[in-house]
């Protein structure tokens, strides 16, 4: 009776063992993987995630959302920052995106609704390939933003020059010498060969982020079918060419 009482303990108790030890469940909750890495799960409702204010990190006033051990690690950052510059505001003005918002930011570039570098693309660049390249300079196409990590967030301002005089410099200069220590680095840096232009408002919370790149990577480095059979957008055709350049052409500090 002993044996049979032990034997049933075990036999309900270990599948919560097993599941909890899980590597892809405390990666990806109850989300399957791709759906995980393509942003096409609610990030808003997601166990693992959290209103990035309920830890009284300043935002641009909209709700922001992060995986609860990047906001934490964000939190100690921020904190840093201010106690060496209490004068200056850093705060985020863009977390977590899903595969939908990416979609419709990439969609109206595509479509000429929303302009790229003072052009609608649609009448001066016919070209699908070539103007998908145009929207790649600063957009990710849908499902292949690291903003839909969970690991990644924009500061103040979505402008370099912002960083070159000022607060923005401040901040700029204060990243760049101390971001690394809690675990944060810019993926788009200055002088890179491939991927999208620099951007210094970027950062990414490698511990987390380096496991997402690599499970991307895996998951779709050679087939993106996945993305458009969830929502085709425009110049989904060249994604599979396009878009594995676009995550690996980074920082080589992030791809470690
Ligand atoms: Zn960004």
């Known amino acids: 009776m002993k044996y049979f009482i032990i034997a049933l303990v075990v036999a309900v108790t270990l599948p919560f063992i097993v599941l909890k030890g899980d590597p892809m469940r405390g990666l990806y909750g109850d989300v399957d993987e791709r759906s995980y890495l393509s942003g096409m799960f609610n ?27 990047t906001a934490e690690a964000l939190k100690k950052m921020c904190d840093a920052f201010h106690k060496d510059n209490p004068e200056v505001r850093l705060y985020v003005t863009s977390s977590t995106r899903n595969y939908y918002y990416q979609k419709a930011i990439w969609d109206a570039k ?41 690991t990644d967030l924009d500061f103040n301002s979505l402008v370099n020059s912002y960083y070159e005089k ?49 499970r991307w990577m895996s998951c779709f480095g050679e087939d993106t079918s996945f993305f458009a059979k969830k929502g085709s957008f425009g110049g989904a055709e060249y994604a599979d060419t396009l878009a594995s350049v676009y995550v690996l052409g980074i920082n080589p500090e992030c791809k470690r």
Do not use: C
């Open 110 to 150: 595509f479509d000429g609704k929303r302009k790229v570098d003072g052009k609608a693309l649609n009448k001066s660049e016919p070209n699908h390939y070539k103007r998908a390249l145009k929207i790649l300079q600063y957009s990710s196409m849908p499902g292949t933003s690291r903003h839909h990590w969970g």
């Open 166 to 214: 000022g607060d923005g410099l401040i901040i700029y200069n204060w990243l760049r010498k101390n971001a690394s220590r809690f675990g944060f680095y810019q993926p788009y840096t200055a002088g890179r060969k491939e991927g999208y232009n620099e951007e210094r408002w970027h950062w990414s919370y490698l511990p987390e982020s380096l496991l997402f790149l690599d």
């Open 43 to 69: 990030l808003t409702k997601h166990p693992l995630f959290v209103n990035i204010s309920t830890l009284d990190i300043d935002t641009d006033g909209r709700k922001h959302y992060l995986r609860r051990s």
